[in-house]
Structures are given as C-alpha cells and as structure tokens.
C-alpha cells in the first residue's frame, strides 16, 4: 500500500516583483503534488496577481523588506505537514514538490532541499552543500538517488532558500525564522539549529526549481550588486549566533575577499565600474558594523498549525507531458502545438534550436509553456565545450532524456 503523501504549505514572499511572482505562481499550479495549498506573503502588487489569476491562496499582506518576518507570517497560516519555501524568481518543475515531500514519509526527517538550475535550464546554481559556523559552504557529493544525512553542532547539510522544506511542527518548535536575518543566511541559520538536535536533512537532487536571478533593490538584472550591507549584516548576526568570538575576524577576512573577488569579476565583465566597487565595499562594511550591534531577539515556539484550515490547491496531481522540437524560424508553429497540449493539461515543453553555437536558455511563458531556446551546437554545461556538434536528432533525444526525469515527457 502506498503511504499517503505529506500535506504540504508552499510560502512565496514577494516585494516588486510582481511580473516575476506571476510565473512562479502559473509553475506551482502546474505541480503533481496531489494535496497542497500556496500562501503569498507579498506587497500590493504582488497580491493583485493572485487576484489576478483567480488563484485559491492564502495571503498575506507585507510591505517591509525583512524575508524571514515575512516567511514566519506565512508559516502561521500554514496547515499542512510540510511547509515549503520557493523564491518569487524562481519556478519549480512539475515534480519538485512532490519530490522534495516525499522523505516527510520517515518522520525522523526534518527538513529537505533540492538542487536550483541557472538561466539556461541546464547548468546548477547549487547543489548539495554542508555549512560550519561561519557560514562558509563546502559542496557535498551525494548520489543521483539523493542521501538522508544528520546534522551536528557547528556543521550543517545546507538547503538553498528557494528551493527546501521543513517540517511544520519542528520548524514552529524552533521558533521559525530568525527576523534578524532581513536577507541572506536566513535559512542557513534554521540548518544549523536543526543541525545542533542532530536532525536529519534529505537533499533531492531531482527536485528542481529554475532561478532566474531577478532584479531587486540589492541586485541589477546583470546580477551586478547594488549594495551589499544585508550580505554584511547578516554575516555578523550568522557568526554571533554560532561562532565562537576567536573565529569571527578570520570569517570577516573570508568574506571580505570573496566579496572582493566577485565585485572584481562584475568589473572585468563590464557590469561595475571601479567606483562602485569601492562604493560596495564600502556597503558591506556598513553591514558588517551594523549586524555587529544588533539586536538579537529570543526566538519563541510559533504557533503550531492554528485554526485556519488546510486550502488546498484545485486541479493539481500528475499529468503528462509533451516535448515538441524545431528549428528557430518554426517557433510560432511549436508555441500552438504546445498550446493545444497545454489546452489538455499537459505539461509542454518546447525545444528550438539555432544551427549555430548561440548559449541556451530556459524560458516559462505566462502561457504555461517551458521554451528552450539554443544553439544545436553550442555550449550546455558551464563545464562544458563551447561548441560541440550534434546533428539535430542526437540534441532532442539528449534533451527528452534529461527532461524525462523531471517531467512525465511522451
């Protein structure tokens, strides 16, 4: 007999981002995850796309820019077992939720984390990762099937914020989310409160969100930073909350080089000019001084499951899926095949191919369609060559292979 799969909260917060929450909210309803309910925590832009798509959530209505007091909002109207965590940015494949369910069913599992593709819907964001004290990530090699593995005081197995889940009435034990985390380590710091019970934590590489990196008040499109004071404050909070005094200059020293690092590979590319690199580092020492000074509150037991129930989301569960290939100049033909199997319910999934080397990328539509988009020679993996050649044939079956493990594809 197959065990009745957890009930599961998916909590979106969202600030100016409206466009951006839309596609997150169009992907959760196509999820295979058969009992599910979504809670928006989102400002009045954000909230006017739920009415807007007439979709069945709960929300929350939240204007300051402070991601963990957000998320602890939408854990207090969370009924189900599980309670999920994906970014406004971001959009989940079809089977992520109910993968990253699944190890609920042993209830010595206390959280889960899948692994986040980049923009062009191949290459990895994160993978699997463990995270000491200083909040310094090490990858982690784990197995295709994925591994169940404990935690322990000062070394935790990391999830990435936009893509993990706990389980509700531990994370309410805990206290939720720290609120002096306003962005940045927020979730690394839960991992290691649950690493310090020596709790166990399931990382499912195969469910899978894809990131796209928006634009926010601390980032240009390009991903160029336009501050870094919360990476800064945060940092402190982090190494007050869980370091020991004696390692906290060599962590700051840490992080002041890898920020350096990347301030100088945006200046390289052209995305920072010498001036806002000096400007940056400048935010980040702002940051640094100002989580050193402040407050950290005693983080109480949240209320555990009250008396709002469970909403689940209508017309969700597994469905099939459809991949329809061409070349560039045939896109209109394949986005209305596409949109007849979307008309049926299924997933679609277009495939269009240039003839040349151009870089990939993964689009989902508002209309609910994923487009890869490509050069049939061109480069896949970051890894991997810069051109390599296929005939056109070889490209659709290596791509239906690897999408076949994250969608029902025929």
Not at 10 to 15: A, K, N
Not at 23 to 30: I, R, W
Not at 187 to 212: C, S, Y
Request: aromatic residues 6%; glycine residues 10%; hydrophobic residues 40%.
């Amino acid at each position: 007999m197959t065990e009745r799969p957890a009930t599961a909260s998916v909590i979106v917060v969202s600030r100016g981002r409206p466009a951006h929450l839309r596609l997150c909210l169009l992907g959760l309803m196509q999820q295979d995850h058969p009992a599910f309910e979504v809670i928006v925590v989102a400002d009045g832009a954000g909230l006017a796309q739920v009415q807007d798509l007439g979709l069945a959530a709960k929300t929350c209505h939240y204007e300051i820019p402070n991601i963990s007091a957000a998320r602890n909002l939408g854990i207090l109207r969370a009924a189900g077992e599980v309670v999920a965590f994906i970014d406004d940015d971001a959009v989940p494949e079809p089977t992520w939720l109910s993968r990253l369910a699944a190890p609920f069913a042993d209830r010595s599992v206390a959280a889960a984390g899948g692994f986040v593709r980049g923009r062009n819907g191949i290459s990895f964001q994160w993978r699997a990762q463990t995270v000491d004290e200083t909040g310094h990530a090490a990858p982690l090699d784990i197995p295709r099937a994925g591994a169940t593995l404990a935690g322990r005081p000062g070394r935790a197995i990391k999830t990435e914020g936009t893509n993990c889940a706990f389980r509700t009435d531990l994370l309410c034990e805990i206290g939720g989310f720290d609120p002096s985390y306003t962005f940045y380590l927020d979730e690394t710091d839960v991992n290691m409160r649950l690493a310090a019970r020596g709790a166990l934590t399931a990382i499912v590489p195969l469910a899978q969100v894809h990131h796209g990196t928006a634009p926010s008040g601390r980032r240009r499109a390009n991903r160029a930073p336009l501050t870094l004071v919360d990476i800064g404050a945060s940092t402190a909070v982090f190494l007050r909350r869980h370091a020991t005094p004696e390692v906290h200059d060599a962590a700051l020293d840490r992080l002041r080089l890898d920020q350096r690092r990347r301030l100088l590979r945006h200046m390289v590319a052209g995305t920072l000019e010498p001036r806002d690199v000096r400007h940056l580092q400048h935010t980040l020492e702002a940051g640094i001084a100002e989580g050193r000074v402040r407050a950290l509150p005693v983080l109480a037991p949240l209320p555990d499951k009250g008396s709002e129930p469970f909403l689940p989301l209508p017309d969700t569960g597994p469905r099939p899926g459809r991949l329809f290939s061409g070349w560039r100049w045939q896109r209109e033909r394949l986005r209305q095949q596409a949109r007849a199997a979307r008309a049926k319910g299924e997933v679609a999934t277009i495939l269009c191919l240039d003839p040349g080397p151009g870089f990939h990328r993964m689009r989902f539509l508002e209309s609910g369609i994923w487009e890869q988009q490509g050069g049939l020679c061109g480069r896949s993996e970051r890894e991997g060559p810069l051109i390599r050649f296929w005939r056109f044939e070889c490209r659709v079956a290596a791509e239906l292979q690897r999408l076949a493990e994250l969608r029902a594809m025929n």
